[in-house]
């Protein structure tokens, strides 16, 4: 589905990533794993084609993505970024509209549905402002936009990120259901414990690198994962 | 309304106050139009476009020029030139200012303002400093309602704002291009991030901002002047309503439109033509002092 190889990105001359391999085949979740600072979000940035590479190459589903969010976009590549990046000052509905905006327009109405019904509580309150949702509300409805561009991959960037630890949970049980309905995902998290959980495979990043890749389990089993995580 | 009456103020009947008010209120509707691209382009780009003035001196030009070389009715010229300024405003954001600012919102306020400049100056070379107006049977009619006698363009303004506003509202509340320029204004990331084109969404906005700006032109030139330099003292009330409502503020430009209209119109009654400026200067300094964010202004 994604494969990326010897990705090199950064900002101004600062080269934060320095040759990524990641792929993430159908079907699965991959969890990228990392400490603060280490560039998972840059990653996400640059599979999105918010930034543009410096080295190396993004394939999607068969095809090159040519580094602009909307060709990452109009191919299925949806990410749900750090922070949500809702739209405070529109409505849930709106919101989700917008999801739709550039894929998955045909489909809105029903899509919408789809929406509601993994999150009901957005659907009793389509009409609130969103930047007045609390926390956990703002993360499902950056995920339910998310759904309505129908993403053929979906990247979620800490979806745990300031959530209450029975939230956490909720949203860990939240990804598995997504994933067990066909969508693959990719997952990056802080959170090491429950995102190996929940992931067939994972890659570890450390200095621009991955430095640790495999199945959840036996990177798990690694002893060198204590080390890898605790690293910065 | 030539009124010479300079005594206190409570000696005017309740008529001339409420006609003066109605009038105010008239004229106010088609400084909000102005305001409206000023506040606009504020909102979603974040800075303030200093080819505004200009732009409108364009606007006025054009309809006064249609009407002397093909005698176009103002109001009819407007269905010409909304939508010739609006791909005007959308071209020149698209392929001049947004490819030239390179990225960096800062550097298109630094080009509108030699965009500003240079607009003025060319329509000084072409049309020389002089005033020019069209002069029609319109432009001193009155209507009367009522008690009050209410001049006939304003009225006719107040109706094409009402139009603009309207068709305004919609399409930003219904239309995906409108939804998505509300995006923009406040989530420049997460609009990407759901494909959402900046560069044709900052075009777009400034393609509004023009058009209304032709509307406003089409509006007043019935009952009033052209020279290059005319921009100048609407984008001084422009701005002064766009800070009364609120930085970015479409409602806001809307209400501080028609209540500036009202102020000027009652300080010229009060304090003489001359003076009427003054009823608008105080305003902008109490809004700064009392509210700065405006009566419909978000948070900085
Ligand atoms: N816009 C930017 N300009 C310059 N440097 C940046 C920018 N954004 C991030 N960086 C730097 O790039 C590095 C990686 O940041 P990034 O946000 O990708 O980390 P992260 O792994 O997502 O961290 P966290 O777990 O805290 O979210 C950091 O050193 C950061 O300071
Ligand atoms: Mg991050």
Redesign the pocket.
């Known amino acids: 589905m994604l494969d990326v190889k010897n990705l090199r990105t ?3 001359g ?1 080269e ?1 990533l320095r040759g990524i391999d990641i792929t993430v085949g159908k079907g699965e979740i991959v969890a990228v794993l ?12 640059a599979l999105s084609g918010l930034l543009k590479l410096t080295g190396g190459s993004i394939t999607f589903d068969g095809k090159p993505l040519d580094g602009s969010p909307i060709a990452a976009v109009e191919a299925g590549l949806i990410q749900v970024p ?1 922070g949500r990046k809702i739209f405070p000052n529109m409505s849930i509905l709106e919101n989700l509209e917008l999801g739709s905006y550039r894929r998955g327009r045909a489909n809105r109405a029903r899509n919408l549905e789809l929406v509601f019904s993994t999150f009901p509580k957005l659907r009793q309150r389509i009409e609130q402002m969103a930047g007045t949702l609390s926390g956990g509300e703002q993360q499902m409805l950056a995920i339910g936009r998310g759904m309505m561009a129908e993403p053929k991959l979906l990247i979620l ?2 979806p745990s ?1 300031g959530l209450s630890p029975l939230l956490v949970e909720e949203m860990f049980d939240l990804v598995k259901r997504l994933n067990a309905e066909g969508l693959p995902i990719m997952l ?1 998290e ?1 959170n090491v414990v429950q995102s190996l959980e929940i992931a067939s495979r994972a890659y570890i ?1 450390e200095n621009g690198l991955v430095t640790m890749s495999g199945t959840a389990a036996v990177i798990s089993a690694d002893p060198e994962l204590k080390r890898a995580y605790l690293g910065l | 309304m030539q009124r010479n009456w300079k005594s206190d103020w409570i000696m005017y009947s309740p008529i001339i106050l409420i006609e003066a008010m109605i009038n105010g209120l008239l004229t106010g509707s088609i400084y909000a139009l102005i305001a409206l691209g000023l506040t606009l382009v504020y909102g979603v780009l974040h800075i303030i476009n200093f080819a505004h003035g200009a732009t409108l001196a364009v606007a006025m030009f054009a309809v006064w020029g249609l009407n002397i070389a093909a005698g176009i009715d103002p109001y009819l010229s407007i269905l010409l030139l909304a939508p010739v300024f609006f791909a005007l405003g959308y071209g020149v954001q698209r392929f001049i200012i947004g490819p030239a600012a390179g990225g960096d919102d800062g550097n298109i306020l630094l080009i509108t303002l030699g965009l500003s400049i240079f607009i003025e100056n060319a329509l000084l070379a072409s049309f020389g400093s002089d005033t020019r107006a069209i002069t029609s049977d319109l432009s001193f009619s009155v209507v009367e309602l009522g008690p009050f006698l209410i001049s006939t363009p304003r009225l006719i303004g107040f109706a094409g704002s009402l139009i603009v506003t309207v068709i305004l509202w919609f399409v930003m509340t219904r239309t995906d291009a409108g939804k998505a320029i509300r995006a923009v204004a406040k989530e420049k990331l997460g609009a990407s991030l759901m494909g959402i084109n900046v560069a044709h969404v900052y075009a777009l906005t400034f393609g509004i901002g023009c058009a209304a700006l032709a509307v406003a032109a089409g509006l007043l030139m019935p009952s009033f002047y052209v020279n290059p330099r005319v921009g100048g003292a609407f984008v001084n009330i422009a701005f002064t309503i766009v800070v009364l409502g609120g930085m970015g503020s479409i409602p806001g430009a809307m209400i501080g439109g028609l209540l500036i209209g009202i102020v000027e119109s009652l300080s010229g009654l009060l304090l003489g033509e001359s003076l009427g400026q003054i009823g608008i200067f105080i305003i902008f300094i109490l809004v700064l002092l009392l509210k700065p964010t405006g009566l419909f202004g978000a948070k900085a």
């Open positions: 950064g900002y101004g600062v934060v990392g400490a603060n600072g280490v560039g998972k979000t840059t990653l996400n940035k750090e960037d800490e990120l990056v802080q990043i």
